[in-house]
Structures are given as C-alpha cells and as structure tokens.
C-alpha cells in the first residue's frame, strides 16, 4: 500500500540517504533499525510529508503522496512523535480528539462522531480512565499509550511510529510493543523504528536496516537480523539467543 | 469529560456579571462620586431614549463611559492576543508584543509627537508602526528558511525590536526637552486618559474581527500548541494558521496599543490566570481571558484613577500586580525554553 521508490532524503543540500526502495503490505509490520544518525527519523519526516524528498517517488494505494494536500495526507498515514512534549495540561480526551483535526471542518469543533472515536481510541489501548488527566501529570509510558490512542483516532490505515519506547521504562516498553501487535491484528499497517534488534524480531514481519542513509538489508525480521548484519549495522560483536520458540535476545559477545 | 465545559459555562457567566457590576462602580467613581443604582438608571435612561440632561448624565455618558469602554476593550484585547501567543508559541511565558508590535506603535506613536502631528495623527502612526514591525518580523523569519520557524520567529522578533528601540531613544535624544519630550515619556507610560468615543469607535472593529477570526478557529488553534511536526503530520498547515492567528492578534494588540500606549502584564499574566481556571483547551480559554483581561484592566483604570489625586499610570500598577504574579508563575513552570 506504501511505495517507495529510489528515495533520496535529507534537509535541501545536506543529502542524508539515498536509493532507499521498500513498500509496505497491508497489516504487516516493518521495522527500521540503524544506528544514531543513520537516517531514521529524516526517512519517517519524509514519508509523512514534513520534508520534501530529494529524489524519487512515494506512493500510497497507487497515488502519489506529493499530490495530496496534509489534510488527505493524514486521512492515510498517522504519526506518534518520539516523545510528546506537552506545552499545555491538555486533558488526555482533549489531546486525543486533536487525532481528528484532518476529519473536522475548519472552523468546526469536534462533534458526537469525534468525541465516539476518541473514547472507542481510549478503550482500544484500555486507557479511558486516564481521559479526564492532564497529558503533563500523567506517566511518560501513559503519554505514549495516548499519543498512539490520538493517531488511532486519525483513522489511518497506516501507523509511522518513531522509536516509540525509547523514552520508557522495561515494563512500558512491553505495553506499548503487545499494543503495537495487537493494532497489527486489527488490520493496521505499521512502520517503526527501534534501537533493539530484540523488539524487531519479536514484533515486526520485516526489517529494514539503514547504514549511513542506505538500506543494508531489507528483508523478513529473521533473515535481514542476521548476527553479521547486526554487527555490520552497529560495529559490535552480538550473538543470537533464542528465548523460547519464536523469541530471540540480542547480546553483545565482546 | 462535561465536567470542564459546564463548569467553564458557569464561570464565564460569573466572569461577565463581575465586570457589569465592575463596570457601574466604575461609571460613579471619581471626583464626582455617583452611586452604582444612580449610574444604572442614567444607563437604562439611555437605552429607553428617556434622557435627563444633569450633570450625572454628562459625567457618566460623556466623560467615563468612553473611558470605561476602552479600558474594557484594550484589557480583552491583550489578554486575548496573549493567550493565542502562548498557544502558538507553546510557551506560556510570553507576551502579545513577542513580535515587537509594542515597539513598532511606540516608534510610530514617538516619530507623530516628533514632528508635532495632531493627536488622531499619532494613534494612526502608532497603529501603522505596529502593524509595519509584525510584518517586517514575518517576512524576514520566512526568507530565513531556518529549520525551527518558531524560535526564528521569536529571535527576529526580539532583533527587530531593538532596531526599533533604538530609533526611538534616538527620537527622544534629538526631541525638543520642553515639550515632546516629556510628551513621548508620558505616552509610552500608557494611559487611558485621553479616551474619547474616537477612541471607541476605532477600538471597536479591530477588536471585534480579531475576536471573531480566534474564536471562529478557537479548537483549531490547539494544534497550534503542538510541536511544529506534530501539527502537520495530523493534517494542519500550520504556516497558513500560524499566519492567521499573528495577523489577529496583532490587529487587536497595535489598535491598542495605538490609544493607551505600552500597558505591560495584562497580555502576559491574565491569560495564564483564565488558563488556571478553565483550563487550556482554546474555546475556553479565549473567552475566558478577554473577560478576565476587561474586568483586569478596568479595575487597574478604576484605581489608578481614583486612589490618588493625581492620575497613576495604570502601567505601573499592572506592574506592580503583575511581577509577583509572574515570579509565582515561573516557580510552578512545568516546562520552560
């Protein structure tokens, strides 16, 4: 459904990456993995529109993505930030209905259908107790939880998630992963980047691992996650543990 | 989640009863006392066309209403473009003059008693000088291109200010030290002492279509308290908005700042007092802020008017209000830049 194709990106002159081809099926689950300023988060901005690519094509259903305007861009692809920094105490209801500011008129407010959307995005990741709190008193791992309930409430087909536990603790880290899998399951197509080979293994179909702004694998999470790609991609030694059946832990061998 | 619109409903409709009766006491306050009842039957006597023609009626009709008046518009006037400020900046630390309108109606205001224009001459320049610096701000932040438009934004303002301030320590270095100099003093002190129905009647439009362009985007205008990526990926062009918004705010604030001059704190510390009590969510909070910003700036006229035999500029008492409230503002920050 998501095609990219020959992609170069980067901030007008400064090129950070290059040639990057991949698509994505519906309901499957990618995973971008590479080091820090490998080129991640340009990719994402790219692919969401708030960066003009520098070369090459993207394409949602067959249409071009240039060609959309923000508002129909946000019908189709939904975004949870890194980390959400709230200026304001929002209450977690009134940061989750902002999701459908591409589906309310200009100068409408939220009506019955949004407000049954936002509370159905709550229910969804079991938070509708926290509706009533303000985003700057709750947990960092709650703020997460509400950031992918707000992109739920956009009603997008595809979820861009940028290194969506990087700023939680073991056990959020676990939350919001089974959440990301249980979106999966409902039908929703989804696109992440991580530091932790484990979470790609254990939670994508596919990886896709960026060197310096190039694709160094692209292929089903067991292949691409090979201990030489690994340490080809961060330049440590690390061996691969399986953990029970389908699971495999990530360690450094040096 | 009705708790937080029925209570703000109930609050709003205490906040508008608060400033009617503000707004009698102020009518019969003065040199001239009228108690409240009286100031309400020379109302009422208006509305009805039924007019006494006593001395009560010219000083409540002709001498305080207008003053009333545009202490009540330029107090919701700079509460209301403070509080779209703090939501665009995401910020609530700053002032509606962030973009330097203040200092360029100051320039404008500085250069028409320079040259010894009329007193209608000098808001309109005043006006214009606002209007002029914003744009000048806006223009400059766009051909920089930068990767941060907020904080560009905020530094040009300031960069632009201070051009503009220099040019007016200039004008009062070269002014002529009798007569326009203490002119330009006193008008950059701010004042309402001058207000008239002129001042009413140009007060009037700006205010009302600044108002009505916030409120029409009022839920919108939250997104604009995301970050800039935030915003846009969920679907707003937050240039186009970002664009309206200053626009608005700085047509209420320069119309303003044209007839009272500088009058600090009220844009900076009532909308964060609207924000404690009905909470940040823009439909709310702007109304809320321009009734609280009123009822704030006439009770500051009211005093600086009354308390003294000769008149304090209402600049130093909102100061005075103002700086504690704000250092009790910077110790419950959450989050600053």
């Known amino acids: 459904m998501l095609d990219v194709r020959d992609l170069a990106f980067g901030f007008g002159a400064r090129r950070v990456g290059s040639d990057v081809t991949f698509s994505l099926a519906p309901a499957e689950t990618l995973a971008v993995l590479g080091g820090n300023g490998a080129g991640k988060t340009t990719l994402f901005r790219t692919l969401l529109g708030l960066l003009p690519p520098l070369a090459g094509t993207l394409s949602l259903d067959g249409a071009a993505l240039g060609e959309l305007s923000p508002r129909e861009r946000a019908r189709s692809l939904a975004y949870v930030p890194q980390q959400h920094v709230p200026a304001f105490g929002f209450t977690v209801l009134e940061a989750v209905l902002m999701g ?154 040096r | 989640m009705r708790a937080r619109p029925l209570r703000s409903a109930w609050v709003l409709l205490a906040a508008a009863l608060a400033l009617v009766l503000l707004a009698l006491v102020a009518l019969g306050a003065g040199s001239y006392p009228i108690t409240p009842r009286e100031v309400a039957a020379i109302v009422w006597s208006h509305v009805t066309g039924n007019v006494e023609r006593a001395t009560a009626d010219a000083v409540v009709w002709q001498i305080r209403l207008p003053r009333v008046g545009v202490a009540m518009l330029v107090g919701a006037a700079l509460a209301s473009a403070g509080a779209a400020y703090q939501h665009l900046f995401r910020n609530p630390l700053v002032a509606p003059d962030t973009l330097g309108v203040s200092s360029g109606a100051a320039l404008g205001a500085v250069l028409g008693i320079f040259v010894g224009a009329g007193f209608i001459a000098i808001e309109i320049a005043a006006f214009a000088g606002g209007l002029a610096a914003v744009a000048a701000v806006m223009l400059i932040a766009a051909r920089l291109r930068a990767h941060d438009p907020l904080v560009t934004l905020i530094l040009t303002g300031i960069v632009v200010a201070s051009l503009l301030g220099a040019g007016i320590s200039l004008l009062k270095y070269l002014a002529d030290p009798y007569n326009e100099l203490p002119a330009i003093t006193f008008w950059l002190m701010g004042s309402f002492a001058s207000a008239s129905r002129t001042e009413v009647a140009s007060l009037v439009p700006a205010v009302a279509i600044a108002l009505v362009v916030l409120l029409a985007l009022a839920w919108r205008i939250n997104l604009l308290a995301l970050t800039e990526d935030e915003a846009r990926a969920l679907g707003v062009n937050t240039t186009r908005l970002r664009a309206i918004v200053i626009a608005a705010a700085t047509l209420a604030t320069a119309a303003s700042v044209a007839v009272s001059g500088i009058i600090g704190w009220v844009g900076l510390v009532v909308p964060h007092m609207a924000r404690l009590v009905v909470g940040p969510e823009f439909s709310r909070l702007l109304p809320a802020a321009a009734l609280f910003g009123a009822t704030f700036m006439l009770a500051i006229d009211t005093v600086s008017r009354t308390v003294a035999p000769i008149e304090v500029p209402p600049g130093i008492l909102t100061a005075v209000i103002g700086t504690p409230v704000f250092i009790a503002l910077l110790a419950g920050a959450r989050r600053m830049f």
């Open chain 1, 100 to 253: 459908r500011v591409s589906l309310i008129d200009t100068f409408a407010r939220p009506g019955h259908d949004d407000y049954a959307a936002a509370h159905d995005a709550l229910a969804t990741l079991s938070i509708e107790a926290l509706a009533a709190r303000p985003v700057t008193e709750i947990s960092g791992g709650e703020r997460q939880l509400a950031m992918i309930a707000r992109a739920l409430a956009q009603q997008a087909k595809v979820l861009v998630l940028d290194e969506p536990t990087a700023s939680l603790d073991f056990g959020n880290r676990a939350r919001v992963l089974d959440e990301i899998d249980r979106l999966r399951d409902h039908g929703l197509t989804i696109l992440f980047s991580t530091h932790e080979p484990d979470q790609a293994l254990a939670h994508a179909d596919r990886a896709l691992l960026l060197a310096e702004g190039r694709v160094l694998a692209l292929d089903t999470v067991e292949r691409a996650l090979s201990a030489d790609n690994i340490e080809r991609l961060y330049g440590t030694p690390v061996r691969l543990v399986r953990v029970g059946d389908r699971r495999f832990a990530c360690v450094p061998s």
